[in-house]
């Protein structure tokens, strides 16, 4: 075993487990990951969220860097994936997997960090930013990087990217995340 592979946490590696059995190929990668890890240990009494748990790759990237004091919820539509990921964390009473649509998030709110990786990004982006808490961590990943101002996708301005890097309730940077693919951060001002 190499030293990155003990690198990566069990939780993550069921997680993968079970995504490549139901051929869920939309799992979060590593490196965005580590991010996620990076961001819930930043908020060690925090809330912490995810929109669009799949497997519970990313989850179990963010549970990786909870805190004691922390709490997790997760939201998947779904519901096998769901019930699957859930297992993954069914002895730790800080998780929650909840099953439906990402609004279910919303009676949790407000959170301290929010990888919102499925529903709200591009449908409700506004709600997304509502749902942080003053100081809190906003984490999106799955962007093609740009090196244009406006930021570009496939020849035309990125609209939704141009959205968060530009809102005035957050400070946001775009962060490499491969060679091919950028994520997004933001803190929302107190």
Not at 70 to 81: H, K, S, Y
Not at 107 to 122: E, L, Q
Not at 154 to 163: A, C, K, Q, S
Request: aromatic share 6%; with cysteine.
């Amino acid at each position: 075993m190499t030293m990155r592979e003990r690198a990566v946490p069990d939780r993550v590696a069921a997680a993968e487990r079970i995504a490549a059995e139901l051929g869920f190929e939309k799992s979060c990668i590593r490196e965005v990951g580590r991010l996620l890890r990076t961001a819930a240990a930043a908020k060690p009494n925090g809330v912490v969220a995810e929109s669009g748990t799949g497997s519970g790759v990313g989850t179990a990237w963010l549970h990786s860097g909870l805190g004691a004091g922390a709490r997790l919820v997760t939201v998947e539509r779904d519901g096998e994936l769901a019930r699957r990921a859930a297992g993954v964390f069914a002895d730790d009473e800080r998780v929650s997997v909840l099953a439906g649509d990402w609004r279910l998030l919303e009676r949790h709110a407000p959170f301290d960090v929010f990888f919102c990786d499925g529903g709200g990004k591009r449908d409700d982006a506004q709600r997304v930013v509502d749902l942080l808490a003053p100081g809190g961590l906003l984490v999106l990943d799955d962007f093609t990087p740009s090196s244009h101002w406006p930021p570009r996708f496939e020849g035309e301005v990125d609209e939704l990217r141009l959205f968060y890097l530009t809102h005035p309730d957050l400070e946001a940077a775009e962060v490499l995340t491969t060679p091919t693919s950028s994520a997004i951060v933001a803190s929302r001002r107190a």
